[in-house]
């Protein structure tokens, strides 16, 4: 199995970190357009197989994407990270011609590929990386549900003082602030979590977790990188061995929920074709109105993408 993770960057170089670590595939391919820096990273982690112990072999390469020939998963992680005071959208004009770019390069070398978008603003840059490639919207998909999901699980742990690994959770929506909470969807150790917290201190995690990457952006000044990057590798770990995970995905839907043609989070099983299914949740009036405040905010930077595209056509 080969993956390529392209972006060398903190996010990419965890993911491929990570990948390796877990021994998830025989070869990681690192790129970047940095002269020698996906190199550079990718030694680094073969040089800690040693220690560690592992087989996964990682090499870098700088822009040449015929190394990466025949690649089964690609994590597209490439881009500019946030910065105080952006929000994800202010990064929409030049990453969306990075994520262009790269998925006509990643295409053309590993045409049946399963692509994973990290790069933000997540949604849109899903949209167009699904425009760019002409594969499937099950091939073609976004990384956002898992790592909101982790913060908002991470956080709950915190506040009951129990092990993460008891905790399940759905999000659903675009991803930042419009995310769409389901505490009705969450449980410790199968334990409805509205039976073990208060309703004001659920309502202020669920908040938080919305301003996550936010948080972090503010205290180290950038974008996170060890959870996303963490992230996006269990999501090419339930790919390449197949095992059909219930994980909330960015997704264009497609009648689902009612909504048609928007990128947006969704719990879906991830298996060996990439998403296998989408699940439909039985949402509540209020959940369904957040869901439509979330899709409206991700068509209107849709729609900005768009006019980007036919303004400089």
Not at 67 to 78: F, L
Not at 169 to 181: I, K, Y
Request: net charge negative; glycine share 10%; charged share 20%.
């Amino acid at each position: 199995m080969k993956v390529t993770v392209v972006g060398a960057g903190n996010v990419g170089a965890t993911c491929a970190d990570v990948l390796a670590t877990r021994e998830i595939a025989n070869e990681v391919v690192l790129v970047d357009i940095k002269e020698g820096f996906a190199e550079g990273k990718a030694l680094d982690i073969w040089q800690k197989a040693p220690i560690i112990g592992y087989d996964t072999r990682t090499v870098g390469v700088t822009g040449d994407y015929s190394r990466t020939a025949d690649s089964d998963v690609v994590v597209i992680t490439s881009g500019l990270p946030r910065k105080p005071g952006m929000t994800r959208d202010d990064l929409i004009s030049t990453n969306a011609g990075i994520v262009k770019s790269v998925t006509e390069q990643v295409v053309k070398y590993s045409p049946n590929a399963i692509i994973i978008i990290v790069s933000n603003p997540l949604d849109v840059m899903t949209y167009q990386a699904h425009l760019t490639s002409g594969l499937p919207r099950t091939k073609v998909f976004g990384m956002a549900g898992i790592l909101d999901t982790a913060r908002y699980r991470a956080f709950l742990a915190e506040a009951l003082n129990v092990s993460p690994k008891d905790i399940q959770a759905v999000l659903m929506g675009g991803h930042g602030d419009t995310m769409v909470p389901l505490p009705r969807y969450t449980t410790v150790g199968g334990i409805p979590v509205t039976e073990l917290i208060g309703k004001a201190e659920l309502d202020a995690i669920v908040q938080r977790t919305a301003q996550g990457g936010g948080e972090l952006v503010k205290l180290m000044g950038t974008s996170a990188w060890y959870a996303p990057g963490a992230a996006a590798a269990q999501m090419v770990e339930a790919i390449l061995r197949d095992q059909r995970r219930v994980f909330p995905v960015c997704i264009k839907l497609e009648g689902e929920y009612g909504i048609d043609g928007v990128y947006l989070g969704a719990p879906v099983i991830l298996g060996k074709n990439g998403i296998e299914k989408v699940i439909e949740l039985q949402l509540n009036d209020e959940e369904k109105a957040l869901l439509e405040t979330s899709r409206g905010h991700v068509k209107e930077v849709m729609d900005a993408l768009d006019n980007m595209s036919k303004a400089s056509a």
